[in-house]
């Protein structure tokens, strides 16, 4: 088997150097393996491409939710733009800080026992989510819209070297919420002609959301639909009580909480909305997303 790896070398506060040798050691055996860094989404895109072309049949990503972002887009431009290539799989070994897809897909969080059982996987095909405007995005996990979205837009890559990714988040998420000011918008289910109004969404295409905290708890990676948690409240006491809600597991009883499912929805705003997709900021921007039914094949337990 032709294996390309592909190392974040910056994921999880850099222990990807502790782990590397045995990865590698193991990978190797019996296969043909190349390993190349990355540091940004559109290198790792790159490197996904290349190595597609380069006949390359499995695509294995190792780093945070974000790396594995980005090897999937690789895999979908290549999809479009390669059609004489055949698709590869994809496999993930979780390197980062919230390894929210690895928690979901049973992969184990300790890397070299994610690296011994990947080959050992089933090809699965895997729904993703597309991002219509404005310019095509594809994402696994979640997509956030007004708060969470802000936080992650403010995090400080320096607060996130000193203090690691959950704290940094949780600092500048109390930071946001004491002088946050959140804007209205509105989903569009479908064909349905309704308005759903709120100031904080949760777009889920699995049930985990930043760990283990289900936001979207009858989301699943192949059941062809979109599911969206929206909060309606835009009083700092209510996200604090949403917070709670989600903590412990009780948000979808609030009145205020409303729980959508559909193939297509659409976002409107009279102003600016952050994105954040899988964890990392997209986008400023009212936003159309569509369900990509078994869009993807990957390695999974």
């Known amino acids: 088997m032709r294996i390309k790896l592909i190392v974040n070398f910056t994921a999880g506060r850099k222990k990807v150097n502790k782990y590397l040798p045995e990865i590698e050691k193991t990978l190797c055996a019996e296969n043909?393996?190349?390993?190349?860094?990355?540091?940004?989404?559109?290198?790792?895109?790159?490197?996904?491409?290349?190595?597609?072309?380069?006949?390359?049949?499995?695509?294995?990503?190792?780093?945070?939710?974000?790396?594995?972002?980005?090897a999937i887009n690789g895999i979908m431009k290549a999809k479009s733009t390669l059609t004489n290539k055949p698709n590869p799989s994809l496999g993930f070994i979780p390197l980062g800080v919230s390894n929210v897809f690895a928690l979901e897909a049973g992969i184990p969080l300790n890397p070299i026992k994610a690296c011994h059982d990947i080959l050992k996987y089933k090809i699965k095909k895997a729904d993703l989510v597309k991002i219509k405007e404005p310019f095509t995005r594809y994402f696994i996990s979640m997509a956030g819209i007004g708060f969470d979205a802000q936080v992650v837009k403010s995090v400080k890559p320096q607060l996130k070297r000193i203090v690691g990714g959950k704290l940094a988040h949780i600092l500048t998420g109390i930071f946001i919420l004491i002088k946050y000011n959140p804007y209205k918008f509105s989903i569009l289910c479908d064909t349905e002609t309704v308005k759903h109004t709120g100031y904080f969404a949760v777009i889920g295409n699995i049930k985990s959301y930043g760990g283990r905290f289900n936001v979207t708890p009858y989301?699943?990676?192949?059941?062809?639909?979109?599911?969206?948690?929206?909060?309606?409240?835009?009083?700092?006491?209510?996200?604090?009580?949403?917070?709670?809600?989600?903590?412990?597991?009780?948000?979808?009883?609030?009145?205020?909480?409303?729980?959508?499912?559909?193939?297509?929805?659409?976002?409107?705003?009279?102003?600016?909305?952050?994105?954040?997709?899988?964890?990392?900021?997209?986008?400023?921007?009212?936003?159309?997303?569509?369900?990509?039914?078994?869009?993807?094949?990957?390695?999974?337990?």
């Open 32 to 70: 043909h393996l190349s390993i190349s860094s990355t540091g940004t989404i559109g290198e790792t895109i790159d490197l996904v491409l290349n190595s597609i072309k380069e006949d390359f049949n499995l695509i294995i990503a190792a780093g945070g939710d974000g790396t594995l972002n980005a």
């Open 219 to 301: 989301a699943n990676l192949d059941d062809g639909l979109l599911h969206v948690c929206l909060f309606k409240g835009k009083r700092r006491r209510d996200i604090l009580r949403y917070i709670w809600g989600i903590l412990s597991r009780c948000h979808l009883s609030f009145n205020d909480v409303e729980y959508l499912k559909a193939k297509n929805i659409k976002i409107e705003s009279s102003n600016k909305l952050w994105v954040q997709i899988d964890g990392e900021a997209f986008q400023e921007s009212p936003s159309e997303f569509e369900i990509c039914p078994e869009a993807i094949n990957m390695l999974l337990p």
